[in-house]
């Protein structure tokens, strides 16, 4: 497939610059995967669609204030780092600019001094290895000296900091936001409870791997970014007692999308190698007549869930057979990103990008503050 295959025309005015003043007043538009069918709604009306045993799944990750800014103290000269993932305690990989000042041993100051930085490494993607030096709490300095990290095409000032976090956010590291979840409020996923629909949790640290622009002309050549995730054991029992119950399983967010197919996608290339975490041999042979089937048997693949964490270059594009979701909320992406192919291979990429044009003409908001669309 040829990435020009994932474009679409979006006039520069449809990017929302700012949040709305309530989280839960964004439109929502919603694709039926199956007929391609198209409804436009307010985002509290995805009530209406959740069913009672389904379950949400959403990124609690909470974004650091990634942008710092330094000098080099041997040249005065002015340097931009911009943290993506944590790889080992106090070495982080980052982005910097300029590169070319940076080189392996340069050394780079923030807040004269508080925090100290030396370069170990360069990457593949042109970003650095550095270590971190300093006295006290690495993520207590970050928040004196550091700057939140918006996305470059949002342009106006974000007076309260907390609008770029999801209302459950717990664990910090990421450099952007799971924007999907932005949406929701703690009234509002109360109200989802009070349906009876059940709420879990994963953590995708978001990087450079979600955001980075596809530069090769064949979407199959495009590598992934690799991110951390950790998929926690309740959440593993919620997905397989859902399957049990014939609920669903709905993403909020390409990154718990990303979480959960990575988990899935992990477990059936163990089962279909014969080896089953639990032992059973019987729950094995299910898994893998499930995983090699040409439809997936989710019920059969959800039985062997298990806890895990790591990292994850998972890209998702048309072909792709999805394990663990069936359903999926997120925002409007970025023409000829790995995001709208995620969502095309969905819901198919004519229908997706049919939406996308209906969504240009009703004059949705687009991308991290815009409104959102749910596939189900």
């Known amino acids: 497939m040829r990435v020009e295959e994932f474009d679409f025309d979006l006039p520069e005015e449809l990017i929302a610059q700012h949040p709305l003043p309530e989280r ?10 199956k007929t391609g069918r198209i409804e436009h709604r307010m985002f509290t009306d995805l009530l209406d669609y959740l069913q009672p045993d389904d379950c949400l799944i959403l990124n609690d990750t909470r974004v650091i204030p990634a942008r710092l800014y330094g000098v080099k103290p041997d040249t005065g000269a002015r340097v931009e780092f911009l943290l993506l993932n944590e790889k080992q305690p106090d070495v982080w990989e980052v982005l910097v600019r300029p590169g070319k000042r940076l080189k392996p041993g340069s ?15 360069t990457t593949e993607q042109g970003g650095r290895v550095v270590r971190f030096f300093y006295e006290g709490i690495f993520f207590e300095l970050l928040e004196r000296l550091g700057e939140m990290p918006l996305p470059p095409y949002i342009n106006e000032r974000l007076d309260d900091a907390e609008r770029y976090q999801t209302v459950f ?28 629909v059940r709420i879990g949790f994963v953590t995708l640290h978001v990087g450079l791997g979600t955001f980075r622009p596809v530069s090769a002309d064949r979407v199959e ?31 909020v967010g390409t990154t718990a999308c990303r979480t959960l197919e990575t988990v899935g996608s992990r477990l059936a290339e163990r089962m279909d190698s014969g080896l089953n975490g639990s032992g059973d041999a019987g729950e094995s042979e299910q898994i893998r007549s499930g995983c090699q089937a040409d439809a997936i ?50 819901a198919g990429r004519e229908r997706v990008l049919h939406a996308y044009r209906e969504a240009v003409r009703e004059r949705y ?8 669309m749910l596939i189900i």
């Open 24 to 33: 839960t007043a964004s439109r929502l538009l919603v694709l039926h995967r």
């Open 107 to 121: 050394r780079v100051e923030f807040g004269e001094g508080l925090l100290r930085a030396e370069i170990l490494d």
């Open 169 to 196: 956010s717990r664990k910090k590291g990421s450099a952007a936001a799971p924007t999907a979840g932005l949406h929701f409020t703690e009234e509002f996923l109360q109200q989802i409870r009070d349906k009876g």
């Open 221 to 251: 050549d495009h590598r992934m970014h690799a991110e951390y995730y950790e998929f926690p054991q309740a959440t593993a029992d919620l997905i397989r007692d859902t399957r049990e119950r014939d609920g669903r399983v709905i993403a």
């Open 297 to 346: 048997d989710k019920r059969a693949l959800a039985s062997g869930l298990r806890e895990e964490s790591g990292w994850t270059d998972i890209f998702i594009y048309p072909g792709y057979q999805f394990k663990l979701i069936d359903g999926l909320v997120t925002n409007f992406h970025l023409p000829k990103s790995t995001l709208i192919m995620l969502v095309s291979a969905l």
């Open 365 to 372: 908001r687009f991308f991290s503050f815009g409104d959102a």
